[in-house]
T-cell receptor, first 113, second 114 residues
């Protein structure tokens, strides 16, 4: 069985400061990893994904995540956050047998002016 | 534009009543999923379907039922057997051409008890 742990339920940060949202997973097989973002009362939007190849993946809005197999981690980072980044962020791993996602419990990023 | 449409956005259920949540997609995706979201618990899988007329239970299927009569549609019924139905319900879909395809999500239905 797979599981995902997001260690921080809330992360407050000031605007233009760097941020890291932590994600660790457990799995006995090869994994595909995803970060999704959710704004209030909306569905989830894909932020970025690791499938294979380079362990560093980037999104179009400045976020990046690094796949670390030895530490079973996929932490999300941004060097300088904006107010508009305030949202909840979910880390997820695929279960290739059924193709459904296993989600972490989410991290609420609160960007303060 | 292609996407997933969930309706209604808000839904209220009375005691002993079954309610059905609609999910329609025009992405031509084979697989569709239903998740339940509760505060602080992330998303949990209720049911999923990879092909028309076939579906499988997820982690928390008790008290729910689904059907997949058309590729585009995957309605979820919350039955009276579900004793704690208050939650945010999200429908998703994905292509099965590759196992690493991300899932696309609808905007959700918020279900509350009267």
């Amino acid at each position: 069985a797979q599981s995902v742990t997001q260690l921080d339920s809330q992360v407050p940060v000031f605007e233009e400061a760097p941020v890291e949202l932590r994600c660790n997973y457990s799995s006995s097989v090869s994994v595909y990893l995803f970060w999704y973002v959710q704004y209030p009362n909306q569905g989830l939007q894909l932020l970025l994904k690791y499938l294979s190849g380079s362990t560093l993946v980037e999104s179009i809005n400045g976020f990046e995540a690094e796949f670390n197999k030895s530490q079973t981690s996929f932490h999300l980072r941004k060097p300088s956050v904006h107010i508009s980044d305030t949202a909840e962020y979910f880390c997820a791993v695929t279960d290739t047998g059924r193709r459904a996602l296993t989600f972490g419990s989410g991290t609420r990023l609160q960007v303060q002016p | 534009d292609g996407g997933i449409t969930q309706s209604p956005k808000y839904l209220f259920r009375k005691e002993g009543q079954n309610v059905t949540l609609s999910c329609e997609q025009n992405l031509n995706h084979d697989a569709m999923y239903w998740y339940r979201q509760d505060p602080g618990q992330g998303l949990r899988l209720i049911y999923y379907s990879q092909i028309v007329n076939d579906f499988q239970k997820g982690d928390i299927a008790e008290g729910y039922s689904v059907s997949r009569e058309k590729k585009e549609s995957f309605p979820l019924t919350v039955t009276s057997a579900q004793k704690n139905p208050t939650a945010f319900y999200l429908c998703a879909s994905s292509s099965l051409t590759s196992g690493n395809q991300p899932q696309h999500f609808g905007d959700g239905t918020r279900l509350s008890i009267l």
